[in-house]
């Protein structure tokens, strides 16, 4: 069974830092797909960024970008520029290939940044 | 604005009380999904449906019955709950079935209070 690991529960940073969020899974398939999702107080979960594990290319959306390390199983997530609408709560999420709509999320990293 | 729409936003209901929760998007997906999610937590996987057939029932209480009538709409239909019941309930959509990734567009979620 895939299982995903986050394992930091709550986070804390200055605005305009850099700070990176990590996860990690575990798999036997070799064809998957990763995404970090954001959920703000809205309650609204976000796609942030999406990864598909047969592309060695680290993902990358503006001010967000990924570590994809296949072999160590790790997925973080990397925010440059940090502003205060980033302050939400973070998911890792795991997905196999089509066929199976089953996606399995971390439990969460709460992220605050502070002005 | 979220492409996937859920009324009510909030729900206040007795434990003999018949409620219905609605989903509709309009993006062509052809899987929708209902997660609950407890504060802090997670979203927790009910039920996936995969052109408008039940594909995923994740042991659910049958006080909690889900209807999708055609591909836009998804329904969840309350009935007898119990206050450990209360939660955040997300629907999602997805393309289902298709070769490349397809990341889930989740609605605001309706809050449900059960009294």
């Known amino acids: 069974a895939q299982t995903v690991t986050q394992s930091q529960p709550e986070m804390s940073v200055q605005e305009a830092e850099t700070v990176t969020l990590s996860c990690t899974y575990d798999?036997?398939?070799?064809?998957?797909?990763l995404f970090w999702y954001k959920q703000p107080p809205s309650r609204q979960m976000i796609l942030v960024i999406r990864q598909e594990a047969y592309k060695q290319q680290n993902a990358t959306e503006n001010r967000f970008s990924v570590n994809f390390q296949k072999a160590a199983k790790s997925f973080s997530l990397k925010i440059s520029d940090s502003q205060l609408g980033d302050t939400a709560m973070y998911f890792c999420a795991f997905m196999k290939p089509p066929g199976d709509d089953k996606i399995i999320f971390g439990k969460g990293t709460r992220l605050h940044i502070l002005p | 604005d979220t492409e996937v729409t859920q009324t009510p936003k909030h729900l206040v209901m007795g434990m003999t009380n018949k409620k219905s929760l609605k989903c509709e998007q309009h993006m062509g997906h052809r899987a929708m999904y209902w997660y609950k999610q407890k504060a802090k937590k997670p979203p927790e996987l009910m039920f996936v449906y995969s052109y408008e057939k039940l594909s995923i029932n994740e042991s659910v209480p049958s006080r909690f019955s889900p209807e999708c009538p055609n591909s836009s709409l998804l329904n969840l239909h309350l009935h007898a709950l119990q206050p450990e019941d209360s939660a955040l309930y997300l629907c999602?959509?997805?393309?289902?079935?298709?070769?490349?990734?397809?990341?889930?567009?989740f609605g605001n979620g309706t809050r449900l209070t059960v009294t």
């Open positions: 999602a959509s997805s393309h289902s079935g298709e070769k490349y990734n397809s990341p889930l567009h």
């Open positions: 798999t036997s398939e070799s064809n998957y797909y």
